[in-house]
């Protein structure tokens, strides 16, 4: 079951923090860009946050949220601080093999079921 995982969503007021956990078994774990979307109601999905050799942000989160991974636990996190109303979405975890441009979703193999977010004014 290759399929990631997600984890962590909920309903909080603005300025709160959440965290999101994602787990994907894919080998080797290590070689395997992860990465966030999310999409709101109406909208498009859009890119978050990526990690590989690097970490990548998006300009709306670049400062709140933070992304990390644990390769033991085959998982990556997101870290959301200051949330605001507009972070209000599902959001998806995502990876793939061969991921060069990082923010855009057709490069990502497998995809997650999702998890809501909720950001109350």
């Known amino acids: 079951q290759v399929l990631p995982v997600e984890s962590g969503g909920g309903l909080v007021q603005a300025g709160a923090s959440l965290r999101l956990s994602c787990v994907a078994s894919?080998?080797?774990?290590?070689?395997?860009?992860m990465a966030w979307f999310r999409q709101a109601p109406g909208k498009e999905r859009e890119f978050v946050a990526a990690?590989?050799?690097?970490?990548f942000y998006a300009d709306s989160v670049a400062g709140r949220f933070t992304i990390s991974r644990d390769n033991t636990k085959t998982t990556v996190y997101l870290q959301m601080n200051s949330l605001k109303p507009e972070d209000t979405a599902v959001y998806y975890c995502?990876?793939?093999?061969?991921?060069?441009?990082?923010?855009?979703?057709?490069?990502?193999?497998?995809w997650g079921q999702g998890t809501q977010v909720t950001v109350s004014p």
């Open positions: 894919v080998r080797p774990f290590n070689r395997y860009v």
């Open positions: 995502a990876t793939g093999p061969s991921v060069v441009a990082v923010a855009v979703g057709s490069q990502y193999a497998y």
């Open positions: 990690i590989g050799l690097s970490v």
